[in-house]
C-alpha cells in the first residue's frame, strides 16, 4: 500500500501497481523518485567496494559471499 501511495504521484493507481506492472517496472520507479528526491539508494556504496559492479554485490548477497 505504501509503494501505491509512493507510486501515485507518478499517474499510478493502487491496481496498476499490484496487478498489471512487473515488479521489475515497479522498482525502477522505486529507484527513481529515490534518485529525484536527492536520497542516495542503500546499494550505493564508496571506496573499495565502490569498484565492484552491482552484479557482483548481489552475486555476493545471495551466495553468502559478503
Known sequence: MAI?????KYGLTL???VWRLPL???NQFIIY???????RPRW???GETGAKTLDE???GALTGGF
Open 4 to 8: 501505491a501511495a509512493r507510486l501515485s
Open 15 to 17: 491496481e496498476d501497481v
Open 24 to 26: 521489475a517496472v515497479v
Open 33 to 39: 523518485d529515490e534518485l529525484a528526491s536527492g536520497r
Open 44 to 46: 550505493q556504496t564508496d
Open 57 to 59: 554485490l548481489i552475486a
